[in-house]
């Protein structure tokens, strides 16, 4: 069993920057690859960026692309997502999630939520403009 705890969220102006935070319990977090979606009010849960195990791989959303940066600490059982430039349009709750599995994927196969096999409570976020 592996647990999620995201936090970092807040309410942020426009143009500002948040990080968030997912710390994950587990003596193996450092073979999952991890994921961060968010999720609108009235909207469906979507991606926004992968890491692989080794943090030297990643992918994101085109809307987020070179907003948002995906990292992770292996030594602390934590992946970060710092949001830059953040826009009205990026309030949700913004979810971090676990693949445990070991097979290597393309990139793009993270991006369907329905792979992950672990999920965080959640944490808001909410830019005002």
């Known amino acids: 069993q592996v647990q999620l705890v995201e936090s970092g969220g807040g309410l942020v102006q426009a143009g500002g920057s948040l990080r968030l935070s997912c710390a994950a319990s587990g003596r193996t977090f450092s073979s999952y690859t991890m994921g961060w979606f968010r999720q609108a009010p009235g909207k469906e849960r979507e991606f926004v960026a992968a890491?692989?195990?080794?943090?030297?791989?990643?992918y994101y959303s085109d809307s987020m692309k070179g907003r948002f940066t995906i990292s992770r600490d292996n030594a602390k059982n934590t992946v970060y997502l710092q949001m830059n430039s953040l826009k009205p349009e990026d309030t949700a709750i913004y979810y971090c999630a676990a693949y445990v599995g070991l097979q290597l994927r393309p990139l793009d196969y993270y991006t369907d939520l329905g792979v992950y096999d672990y999920w965080g409570q959640g944490t808001q976020v909410t830019v005002s403009s």
């Open positions: 890491i692989r195990r080794g943090g030297s791989s990643t």
